[in-house]
Each structure stands twice: as structure tokens, then as C-alpha cells.
């Protein structure tokens, strides 16, 4: 797991600089700005204003665009490669984010979180089990914590990814019902299961829940 997790980070890297080639850094912020405020009032969740949040697997257009009123934490593995190799991010716009370079499962915190964001972050990650024992334990009882995923719509293609490189960025492979026990095995109660997009072999759900 540990090579699938290190090919698919190199290959986030270049998505990221294929997918911005040629657009408008201002234009593409905006329109970022946008699709997270229309995001969060499509899952019902707005931090309220000085909550503290964090932003897990942020990547260099995270939800933290959009919390400019609330005190976040944003972490990143590849945080100081986007810095340096994508125009489009630069950590010095967001005065109101603390940005960590650092994989999932070495982040450390003393103080617990209001909100925790994993969006489009836990198929990348190396510790799947322990980046989901540490979302839980990050998040206060009663605390809410918003996690998307890519889910199997098919078994038959869920097992033969786990065999065979069919999905490079995307080093774990599950089906909804497996992501949500994950999840409520972990003391947390499911609120809402939101489809975001459906697609042929996934689909983009946004598992919102709270920490009993």
C-alpha cells in the first residue's frame, strides 16, 4: 500500500498541473469560492463564525476558501510542492488558515475541532483505519465532520481495483455501505449520505456526521 500511496501522490501533483494549465488564477478562485459556499449549503453545514475548523487533505483549493470568518487548520502532504509548483495556491491569501505540509497521519493537535472537513482526501491517504481513528478523535463529542468519498457502484470493478492499478489516484477502493461502517464503528452517527455525483463505476457521496 505504501507504493500505491507514493504513485498516486506523484500523480495527484501532475492532475493538478494539467488541470490548471491555462486558467485564470483569479477566475478559478472565484468561481472555487463559489462552488464551496454552494457545497456547504447543499450538505446543511456552515461552521459558525470563530469555530474552529480543520480542513484534512485540503489540497491547494480547499474548503478553507470559503471559511474566511472561522479559525482553520488546513494539512496537506503535498502542501509545500503546491506552494512551490502551482501559481494558483499560495498560502499567504488565506490570513485565516494555518497550513500544515504534512501527511494525514502524523498530524498532531492538543485542541479538538468544532468542524473537520476530509473532502476528496481519504481515497489518497497511506492508513486508511488510522486516518479514520484520527478524524473521530480530532472532532469534540457533538462536533460534525463532513467526509467525501468515491464509492464503488459496482462490486465487480471494486475487486478487480484492488488487484490491479485501474484507479492510480485512488489507492482504496470500498462501496458506500463499507465507508459509512467504517464510520459509525467509530462512535459517530450518520446525518446525512449526500450525493454529489453520479458516475458509472463511482459515485461522489458527502458522508456529514456527528461524534457521539
Not at 474548503?63 to 503535498?78: F, H, M, R, T
Amino acid at each position: 500500500m505504501n507504493f500505491r500511496w507514493k504513485v498516486a501522490q506523484a500523480a495527484e501533483i501532475r492532475w493538478w498541473q494539467s488541470y490548471l494549465k491555462g486558467k485564470s488564477e483569479t477566475e478559478y478562485l472565484t468561481w472555487k469560492q463559489d462552488y464551496w459556499k454552494n457545497f456547504l449549503e447543499q450538505i446543511q453545514v456552515l461552521p459558525a463564525k470563530g469555530e474552529r475548523v480543520l480542513d484534512m487533505g485540503c489540497g491547494p483549493a480547499g474548503v478553507y476558501i470559503g471559511l474566511s470568518n472561522q479559525n482553520v487548520v488546513a494539512v496537506d502532504p503535498l502542501l509545500s510542492q503546491y506552494e512551490e509548483k502551482i501559481a494558483h495556491f499560495s498560502a499567504t491569501k488565506y490570513p485565516w488558515t494555518s497550513f500544515h505540509s504534512q501527511p494525514f497521519e502524523t498530524f498532531e493537535s492538543t485542541e479538538k475541532f468544532d468542524t473537520i472537513f476530509c473532502l476528496n482526501a481519504v481515497n489518497h491517504v497511506s492508513d486508511l483505519e488510522l486516518c479514520f481513528d484520527k478524524l473521530v478523535e480530532l472532532t469534540k463529542p457533538n462536533g460534525t465532520l463532513v467526509v467525501s468519498i468515491d464509492a464503488h457502484n459496482h462490486s465487480f470493478f471494486k475487486h478487480l481495483f484492488r488487484l490491479l492499478p485501474g484507479d492510480i489516484l485512488h489507492p482504496h477502493q470500498f462501496d458506500l455501505a463499507e465507508y459509512e461502517k467504517m464510520l459509525t464503528d467509530r462512535n459517530c452517527e450518520i446525518l446525512r449520505s449526500e450525493l454529489i455525483k453520479s458516475e458509472f463505476f463511482f459515485d461522489y457521496y458527502a458522508l456529514v456526521l456527528r461524534r457521539l
